[in-house]
């Protein structure tokens, strides 16, 4: 049972009230939206440490760098 407040301003009074069937599928979809974001996010982040970690391990051989792993360069 998903619940929201609803506050008047001007009485100060709080209600809880039970969600209706379209907010609760709203929240379940935003639910759904934000874990796949979060997910990607992760991802990419994941992807940028590989690529740095590869282009420190190139760099302390001496091999040349991909324009990819020299654009994780800061300077």
Request: a negative charge; charged letters at 25%; glycine letters at 2%.
């Amino acid at each position: 049972m998903l619940t929201k407040l609803i506050v008047d301003c001007s009485t100060g009074v709080t209600t809880e009230v039970e969600l209706t069937a379209e907010e609760v599928a709203q929240h379940e979809a935003d639910a759904l939206a934000f874990a796949a974001e979060q997910a990607e996010r992760q991802a990419q982040a994941e992807a940028l440490a590989t690529l740095k970690a590869s282009t420190k391990a190139k760099l302390i051989a001496g091999q040349p760098l991909t324009a990819e792993e020299a654009s994780t360069i800061v300077i």
